[in-house]
Every structure is written in structure tokens, then in C-alpha cells.
């Protein structure tokens, strides 16, 4: 790792400064963001969310994975790769790793109901908001427990994310699309409602 300010030892080695923003952790009061110039940045299905937990019985475990999946999902993420410490001594050894792909989630999971909650969600605080402008809400927390979690809004948010709200839903609407309809182990239809890329827009306009 290089030491932090050496601007010039980060350019050296090809990387380059593509953001700066305030971020007080107690060590350092803003956050730098170097991306490698001349380097492609990997497909975000190339990553994966890496948990650790007690266990994955039980609705609890379940209710684990949906979380897990739904974090990875947004991300893009390839896969979910679980470090479980049932059985360890301590309570905090690793005595299992497990590794879920999204498609084997997605058919475990109803994740039709997930994003259209999520959207539920965002189609509300858009309509709430729209009369005040565009916003940016900035979410900042430093690592370890207990550790505050800050919050500020600017008014603006920058042009590359503009696209309205339009845009935002419009993105939600692709996931129903692309995870289609769920079926359970046996192959029939997990149940819920029937909400596919077609039907976001009716199914929006009666919720």
C-alpha cells in the first residue's frame, strides 16, 4: 500500500484521482477515490458479497440469505460466498464456507416481492419529493460497532446520475425483467404477484 497524500507516488504507478470527497473517520477528513488509467475495470459479476454469520437454519437463515442476495443483487454481483461459525469452540471460528450464485438464490428466494417493495419505496419518496428539486443524500459511517451514522443533503446531484425519476424507476422496472418469475423446488410457481417487465408500469399505477 502506498502511504496516504503521496499523490505523486499514485500517479507513478499509473493510477489516477477521479473523486475526492469529506469523510471524518478520526484518522482522515476526506475520502480519495484512484482508479488504475489504463487498466479495465473488471465485469461487476466478476465480484462477489462475502458474509460471515453464526448459521443458515431455519427462517432466520433464510431471512440471512434473502439479505445477502438482495445486497449482492444490487451490486451485480456474481455470487454471495458465506463463512458460517456454528460449531467452532469460540463462536467466531470459521467452520464453513458456502458459495451461493444469484441464479441459485434467485430460484430459492421470491424476489419478485423484493424489488417490488423497493420500488413501492422509491416511487413514494419520489413523489414526495419532487416539488422540492433534486437532492443528494450523503450516507457516511467509519468502521467498527457503535461507530454514528452521519447524514447531509445537498441540493443538486451531479449530471452523470441525472436522468429524473423516470430514469430511477425505469432501472427498478429491468430488475423484475431480469429475474422473471420464481418457482419453488418442486417447479410450481412460488406465488405472489405476477410482476414482470410488462406489467411494472400497470402494477405501479395501483399501488
Known amino acids: 500500500p502506498l502511504p496516504p497524500g503521496d499523490d505523486a507516488a499514485y500517479a ?5 484521482l477521479t473523486d475526492s470527497f469529506p469523510h471524518s473517520t478520526g484518522k482522515c477528513n476526506s475520502c480519495r477515490i484512484w482508479r488504475a488509467a489504463d487498466r479495465k475495470a473488471a465485469p461487476a459479476e466478476a465480484f462477489v458479497e462475502v458474509k460471515k454469520t453464526t448459521h443458515l437454519k431455519g427462517a432466520g437463515g433464510r431471512f440471512k440469505l434473502l439479505k445477502f442476495w438482495l445486497q449482492a443483487a444490487l451490486m451485480r454481483c456474481g455470487a454471495v460466498v458465506v ?3 456454528d460449531g467452532s469452540s469460540d ?4 467452520c464453513r464456507v458456502q458459495r451461493y450464485a444469484l441464479a441459485e438464490l434467485e430460484a430459492q428466494l421470491d424476489v419478485r416481492k423484493v424489488w417490488g417493495t423497493l420500488a413501492r419505496m422509491l416511487h413514494h419518496i419520489l413523489r414526495e419529493t419532487d416539488a422540492d428539486g433534486k437532492w443528494t443524500l450523503h ?3 467509519g468502521s467498527g460497532m457503535n461507530t454514528p451514522v452521519r447524514l447531509s443533503v445537498r441540493q443538486g ?5 441525472d436522468g429524473g425519476g423516470e430514469n430511477i424507476l425505469e432501472r427498478v422496472s429491468m430488475l423484475f425483467s431480469e429475474n422473471g418469475r420464481d418457482q419453488d423446488a418442486s417447479g410450481e410457481d412460488a406465488g405472489g404477484e405476477d410482476v414482470e417487465g410488462d406489467d411494472f408500469d400497470t402494477w405501479m399505477a395501483t399501488t
Open 12 to 16: 507513478d504507478v499509473g493510477y489516477k
Open 91 to 94: 463462536g467466531d471460528r470459521v
Open 83 to 85: 463463512a458460517t461459525t
Open 157 to 161: 446531484w451531479d449530471e452523470e446520475w
Open 139 to 141: 450516507i457516511e459511517k
